[in-house]
């Protein structure tokens, strides 16, 4: 038997107190099929099917709001993003249309915060572009998406253009500063020995080591660190004296851990060893979960989209 609640009860009472006064009583039946069609007569408020009992929304659209954090702001963003012609719900910033099954899907449906920490406002979006607009607002994000597209026409990065206000993350310390080698500073050597040049920078190396204090800190007790020296060789630049990232070609940050132009270690190949690349830690952070071939063939078509072109939907893939 199905459960009436207390709006049916009352519906039930209703009626049984109008008929009373007819002189002619309904049915058990016939009241149990007006108070469960009372039920399931209203519209879900997001997509217009019909609504579970005693709710706003239907199946569907009710399991990305019930129980959620913001859940007036997802019910508003799910609205934004409804496409009632092919009843389907679309990524706010590309239109592509999106999984609701898989949540390890790259289309799968996610809401993304159009400014990093503000609550009041979210739009729907697929999981691969919330992960690479990360902690910037949309307005930044695009910026981004344009100085890459100047880069891969010119060779030219414009660094000054791009503004990461929101970037807010904290990174742990390499290394404790208890020692001038952990610090940076050169060691006095021993009385002779032999110094052998670093085998980045070709520096004098710490005595012992195959590398200067300099650089020692980003290849000592590392993981995958034959790969590292590869990968710190590449792109050190002795013009600039300093690294220099390989998808932007801008010289990196190597003292402030904080900072977006921080020097990082990207995998080309994600969940792949032996194959890195010296990278921007902003960079490391909006390339996601995607190859180097398919991060430069999303950013193409993001750069496309912001010319006025349909966004290339088969770029995203699983």
Known sequence: MKYLGPISLVIITISILTAGSTGSLPTIAQLSARALGAQTTRACTVCGSPAKPRNLYCPR??????RKPNHKARAAALMESWDPNHRRFRCWYTGIRLN?????????????HVVPGDDSRLVVCCRLINEMKSDLTWDEF????????????TGVFPKETVNLGHWSRTAKPLMQADTPLQAGKPFPP??????????????????????????????FGKYERTARLVAFKRAWSPEKDGFVCEYTGVLLDENDQNSPWYVSIDHRFPGKKGDLAVSARFVNSIKATLTAKQFATVMVALARMMDGEPFDESVITD
């Not at 659209?61 to 019930?66: A, G, L, N, S, T």
């Not at 110094?195 to 004098?204: D, W």
């Open 61 to 66: 659209c009710r399991k990305f709001i019930f």
């Open 142 to 153: 695009f910026t981004l998406i344009s100085a890459f597209d100047i880069y891969k026409k």
């Open 190 to 219: 021993e009385k002779g020995a032999s110094v052998a040049p670093c085998e980045i920078c070709g520096q004098p190396s710490f005595p012992g080591s195959d590398y200067c204090p300099r650089h020692r800190r980003f290849l």
């Open 100 to 112: 609701e099954e898989n949540p390890f899907s790259r289309r799968y449906l996610t809401f993304d």
